[in-house]
Structures are given as C-alpha cells and as structure tokens.
C-alpha cells in the first residue's frame, strides 16, 4: 500500500488550503471528503468578504480551490472516514466503503455541522433564504425582515448585528416573556434595539416560500397556535456539532467534542494536526479556515522534515550523538553550543553533535522532557544514555564528556 506524506480528512475550505500548502512543498498529498469539495462554503450563495475577491459564489470559489490544490499535485478523493488509528508512526485511515489508507502525518478538516431544526422548508431553502452565519449573509438583506431563532450569546448578538442590515430582526425565544440564555450585556442591548422584536414561548414551525423565503410559521407553545409572518430571511442558532465521532479516543477533544489543539495546530497526537470549524474558534469564516489549513500544512511538513533527519542524524548514527538544546536568542544557550562543539572536538572520541532549536522544534524537547535550556541528551545507538541540564561553560562539558566512559 503506497504511503503518502500527508493525508487530509476534509475537503472545505481548511482542507483545500492545506491541501495547496501540503502539495506545493512537494508531500504527497490526498484530500478524502465524504461530500461537495467546498464544505459549507460550496453552500454560500455568495462570499463578499474573503480578501482579494469582491464577490464569488461558494461553489465557485471552492471549484477554483480545489483545482489549485490538484494543479499542485494534490490527490482529490471522494470518501467518507469512518474510522483512524493514529497512534503509530504511520497513520491507518478508513473508508465507509472499505477503503485504506497509510500517512505520515494526517491533518483532520472535517469541520463542523448547524444542528438543525428539521422543520419543513430548512433544509430546501439552505443558502436561499436560510442562513447559520450572519457574518457571511446578513449584508444580503439591505433593509428587509429577518427572522433569527435561538436565544443564547450567537443569537442575540447575531441578531444585533443583522440590524446594521435589516429593517427589522424578529427572534423567535422559546422561553417566556424576557427570559434568554445569552449574556446580560447582549440581551439589555438587544432590548433596547428599535429594530428588533421578540417573540415569546414560541418555535419556528415552517420555511415557506418559492425560489426564496418569503414567509415563516411560528408555533405558539402555550396556545398551540400556528402565525404565518412574512420574512425574507431566517437565521437559525441552534448551536453546531463538531464532526469527531470517529475521532473518539484517538485525540483530545474538549467537552463539546472539538479537537484541541496548539497555534501551531498540533493535536495531541505526534504527527496529527487540526484545521478548521472542527477545533475551537472564535470566529468560523473561509478565511480563518484558510489560515487554519495553512499552518497546519506547514507544521506538517516540518514534523515530517524533523522525523526524517532525527531518524538519519541520531537514530540511525553509528556513534554516540549529543542532542544540544538551546535558544538561539539566550546568550547562555549559544555560550553553551560553543562549548559543547569545542569540548566534542577536544574529546578524542566518536561524537556527534546535533542543535536542536526549541523555539522551532518544541515537540522534540517534549519527548525528551526538556524543561529549561540549554540542556544536553546523549544518545546512542537511539537510546537515552543520560540527560544534562544547564552545561554551559568549557570545563563543565569536558567533564561530562569524560564521565561517558567508553560509552
């Protein structure tokens, strides 16, 4: 079975950002995507805000995406991930349909889902009328009426910023009167906006219109009542649902279920990064996904450069190495190199000397459980002989190398 370099499970706009990364630095790369390359993207009727582009449908944009990504040589793979094991060097990865596939380092893009309210009309009108994202549709409605339904701190303040938009915003509460789950701040100022109106213990019941919404039917709980009201759009926050079922077990993931991860998109796992709506965000637009996919494609690629000289430079040595870590911006730590190198030299004996920089490669004194630095690891033959910290001076190094013995 061919093993790639980079294997991404995701095809929005994360993943094809990381897949145009990882393929033009020359991985072999592979995007699966169970769905539309594009994800959520491929269902905006149009993006305005993404630098650079004035104005572009989702598909569009995402066709535009993912040929970029295939120009650069990445491997574009309709395919639904079931089920990984991402604890090994190499990466196991699944198909719904009996697939297999091996990575080096795999990058998870699955992204995230609205919950829906499976009401008649939802899901017809998506991207037509029915909207999860103010920040991507509200301008589309240039004094018109909206709907937003949910109460919680997106909703209210969502429904706040529709109105820069709309000419009125109605909120559709299932609490009564003057009771919401949003922040205090966010509800007294939704009170106090002439624009918008609530609508106390009732549900949204139905999505009407033709080619676009055009009217809503809200249910009243108390009554039971059914009210036709006109709208030209309906902002639904019923919260969203990280797509890390088969994810289980296999990296650390927050009480919501999103991947946790560094600002290097590193995971918990070696070798396994994350980009996207599937890790915690403060804000879920194209552009911040392709920030995401980007970084996460360079942290891959050097892990894999990292794993690929320690296997040929300390692994695979035929003597003695010294792993030297140190920050080229202490000046204790490049006193230290200094010393280590002469004291080497001096020493008479088979030996290696190898810097390792943790402002870059962090994840390797974390493997050694390199706390402070400088600090040294020899290494033989790919065991840990002895660990020092804080060697700096001359003197200091040449006695520690004396006291290797014939090591």
Known sequence: MSVYDLLIIGGGPAGLSAGIYGARARLKTVILEKGTLGGQAFTTREIVNYPGVKSASGPKLMQEWAEHAAGFGAELVKAEVTEVDLQEEIKQVRTKRGQSYQARAVILAPGSQPRLLNIPGERAFRGNGVSYCAACDAQFYQDLEVVVVGNGDAAVEEASYITKFARKVTIIVIHGEGIV??????????????????????????????????????????????????????????????????????????????????????????????????????????????????VAAVAAERYLEEETSFKEDVLASDIPVVLLFWNPRQNNCIDAVAAWEAAAAASGRPLKVVKVDVSRKQRLADKYRIDSVPAAVVVNKGKTVKTFAGVGTADAVTEVLAGLGNR
């Open 181 to 294: 789950d949003c922040n205090k701040v966010s509800a007294e100022k939704a009170f106090k906006n002439s624009k918008i109106e609530f609508v106390w213990n009732s549900v949204l019941h139905e999505i009407k219109g033709d080619t676009d919404v055009s009217a809503v039917v809200v249910k009243n709980l108390k009554t039971g009542a059914l009210t036709e009201r006109q709208a030209d759009g309906v902002f639904i926050y019923a919260g969203m649902i990280p797509n890390t079922k088969f994810l289980q077990g296999q990296v650390n993931l927050n009480e919501s279920g999103y991947v946790l991860a560094s600002e290097r998109m590193e995971t918990s796992v070696a070798g396994v990064f994350v980009a996207g709506d599937v890790k915690p965000k403060y804000l879920r637009q194209v552009v911040t996904a392709a920030h995401d996919g980007a």
